[in-house]
């Protein structure tokens, strides 16, 4: 019988939130993985009893990063349920909004938590101690990187401008509310908002893409490196007045496309901290945590559709979308990623150009002070769900599905792994802080604030803090 040995990562720097990896190695070979999600947070349950109206500000702090897709989210959720209708300038103004918040992350993914991956930055913090380890770019294209590694930052900086100027401010704006967005559209808003992304492509031209191409061609065996299960899903997201979406809406199971349905999302925490239940739809089932749970790992659940782990993000959108990628594993969907970031920004020029200034931007009617809504849109790091029932204009029942936890979830009532667990199989170790891992991992640009969205409400803790 062969004994593994056991290496852990904690905390996994550069990405949202604390992760544990637990991996474990035959010689050099990782055999079996489980991640963990170790902080316990509160939002699902907090929203119960409170005003429709205000899930669109509630949900943003969910997190900092991508706040606005979960305001976003939560008022298509609520908008379907309270039978809302978003008139066609609000609904160009939203995409402008949101695609803002998509490019800053994706900036600030790239540089700021996978590219120091691939390059010796300067002898400051967060760069030292430094790891030697892997190290392919010369000393001329090191200092090239760290120049625009610190440059990125101005231009996220600018993006998040962007953001606010029909957002009001970044992060958790105030610009998206249900029935559409509160500002109006003039010609120094328009003319602004085009400012920021002429700078923003320009930066993209330039620079982003001559570095991903040099830690592509640095980097080869990471192209295919770390990849998934080949299973991908996208919601669909940024859609136009006359209904067509900028990134398309499907699912590829076992090789074969098929149309997206979210009945068939289901959540499981036979491996999670929660009072056990099987794979149950979002509209069925409840938050209730038990940290005895004795096959728990994780705080994150186990989202699957049609009871399969799928993989989502900016690769997932581009196999969905039919679109030319360069490989399924680590520098691919880096490399989707930047190439998204483009793409986007570039629409974000036609979207401005189709707003109409002077028309509404908000509908408050409603139709009803009750009902069922689903919300469904990318964002940033995939495919995002919330699930509402409203009684009176209040919440009775609130479920979000996101990103990172279809990507990092537990191990199902079926034992099998999600994406991300599985995609560090097989890795062979030659480092000693399991730097390979570190790689793999930060490709999905894992976010696991939005993972973790449930409250305690048995036990009160306070914390205090001197100022």
């Not at 963990?36 to 997190?63: H, K, N, W």
């Not at 993914?109 to 030697?132: C, K, M, N, T």
């Amino acid at each position: 019988m062969t004994i593994l040995e056991k290496r852990v990562i904690f905390p996994m720097s550069r990405i949202h939130n604390p992760m544990l990896v637990e991996a474990w190695l035959d010689g050099d070979e990782i055999k079996d993985a489980y991640i963990s999600d170790t902080l316990y947070r509160g939002f699902e349950q907090i929203l119960v009893g409170r005003s429709a109206f205000d899930m669109p500000y509630y949900t943003q702090r969910i997190c900092g990063i991508c706040s606005s897709a979960h305001a976003l989210t939560a008022a298509l959720a609520v908008e379907q349920a309270l039978g809302m209708h978003i008139p066609p300038n609000g609904l160009l103004l939203r995409n402008l909004i949101l695609a803002s918040d998509f490019i800053q992350n994706h900036l600030r993914h790239i540089y700021l938590y996978s590219f120091p991956d691939y390059f010796r930055g300067p002898d400051v913090a967060p760069f030292i101690p430094h790891s030697e380890f892997d190290l392919r770019l010369s000393a001329k294209e090191e200092s090239s990187m760290i120049e625009h590694y610190f440059k990125s930052f101005e231009i996220s900086r600018i993006a998040h401008s962007a953001f606010a100027v029909f957002g009001g401010k970044a992060p958790h704006g105030h610009g998206i509310v249900l029935g559409g967005v509160s500002m109006e559209v003039d010609a120094d808003k328009v003319n602004r908002y085009r400012g920021y992304m002429m700078e923003v492509l320009g930066f993209i031209d330039d620079f982003l893409l001559p570095d991903i191409n040099l830690i592509k061609e640095r980097y080869p065996d990471y192209i295919q490196l770390g990849k998934g299960i080949g299973n991908y899903m996208s919601v669909g997201g940024f859609p136009s007045p006359e209904g067509s979406t900028f990134f398309s809406q499907g699912v590829l199971l076992q090789g074969k496309r098929e149309s997206y349905d979210e009945r068939h999302v289901t959540e499981d925490v036979t491996n999670a901290w929660y009072k056990p239940h099987g794979p149950l739809h979002p509209m069925e089932e409840d938050t209730i945590p038990d940290r005895s749970q004795a096959k728990g790992y994780t705080w994150v659940k186990s989202p699957r559709y049609r009871g399969q782990p799928v993989e989502v993000g900016p690769l997932a959108r581009a196999i969905i979308n039919k679109e030319e990628t360069l490989g399924t594993g680590t520098i691919g969907r880096i490399w989707a990623r930047a190439l998204e970031l483009k793409k986007l920004a570039k629409s974000t020029l036609d979207w401005l150009n189709r707003l109409e200034p002077g028309a509404e931007t908000l509908d408050l009617k409603m139709e009803q002070d009750s009902g069922v809504g689903i919300g469904l849109h990318e964002a940033m790091r995939g495919s995002l769900g919330h699930w509402v029932s409203i009684e009176n204009s209040r919440v009775k029942h609130y479920q979000i599905v996101t990103p990172s936890a279809f990507n990092f979830g537990a191990r199902d009532n079926t034992g099998t792994r999600s994406v991300g667990e599985s995609s560090i199989l097989g890795l062979k170790i030659k480092s000693k802080d399991l730097k390979e891992v570190g790689r793999v991992i930060r490709s999905f640009d894992p976010c696991f604030s939005c993972s973790v969205h449930i409250i305690d409400g048995e036990n009160i803790r306070t914390l205090k803090i001197q100022v």
